[in-house]
T-cell receptor, first 113, second 113 residues
Framework: GENVEQHPSTLSVQEGDSAVIKCTYSDSASNYFPWYKQELGKRPQLIIDIRSNVGEKKDQRIAVTLNKTAKHFSLHITETQPEDSAVYFCAASNGGGGFKTIFGAGTRLFVKA | NAGVTQTPKFRVLKTGQSMTLLCAQDMNHEYMYWYRQDPGMGLRLIHYSVGEGTTAKGEVPDGYNVSRLKKQNFLLGLESAAPSQTSVYFC????????????FGPGTRLTVT
């Protein structure tokens, strides 16, 4: 079946450093790629997303890049802060009437002060 | 505007018992979803609905049933609970068009003994 692979599963960085999380997807029909952040004991919340007609999108300290040919996309967090510590999920969706989203397994990010 | 709510928040069942999880959204969203979240496996789609009166199977539908009798509610049923269904269950909803962002409920922690 369709799947999304996410790496690394755990990432530890020093405050102020950058963090990069990478995902690959298998369904070539995927056209929407969201990233969700889940703090401990909380619900997942969307932090940024990108559509297949765009190669890069940036929102303050976070950015996402997409390479459709290689079927991979990445989340970049610059100037990390302790409050960035959370689990991050990438996902791929084909939208449309049979709308389904496949999530990656998640990356637990630790930002050390 | 409460967003997406779930009841109950916690539940302990014995093997073989049945229960229904209720999800409600007040955002007039067309799409609704049920996910389960297990350690190291991300979010896996159980069932979803693209509108009132319609449901479809997701990635892991076995052992679960759903109903969407009203647009704002999406019910998840376990007819005969098994220990393998111990998990955290999240409901989510999204608009029909414009943005595919999913809004998640707070989750239900279910333990089956």
């Amino acid at each position: 079946g369709e799947n999304v692979e996410q790496h690394p599963s755990t990432l530890s960085v020093q405050e102020g450093d950058s963090a990069v999380i990478k995902c690959t997807y298998s369904d070539s029909a995927s056209n929407y790629f969201p990233w969700y952040k889940q703090e401990l004991g909380k619900r997942p919340q969307l932090i940024i997303d990108i559509r297949s007609n765009v190669g890069e999108k940036k929102d303050q300290r976070i950015a996402v890049t997409l390479n459709k040919t290689a079927k991979h996309f990445s989340l970049h967090i610059t100037e990390t802060q302790p409050e960035d510590s959370a689990v991050y999920f990438c996902a791929a969706s084909n939208g449309g009437g049979g709308f389904k989203t496949i999530f990656g397994a998640g990356t637990r990010l630790f930002v050390k002060a | 505007n409460a967003g997406v709510t779930q009841t109950p928040k916690f539940r302990v069942l014995k093997t073989g018992q049945s229960m229904t999880l209720l999800c409600a959204q007040d955002m007039n969203h067309e799409y609704m979803y049920w996910y389960r979240q297990d350690p190291g496996m991300g979010l896996r789609l159980i069932h979803y609905s693209v509108g009132e009166g319609t449901t479809a199977k997701g990635e892991v539908p076995d052992g679960y049933n759903v109903s969407r009798l009203k647009k704002q509610n999406f019910l998840l049923g376990l007819e005969s609970a098994a220990p393998s269904q111990t998990s955290v269950y999240f409901c989510a909803s999204s608009r029909l068009a414009g943005t595919y962002e999913q809004y998640f409920g707070p989750g239900t922690r279910l333990t089956v003994t």
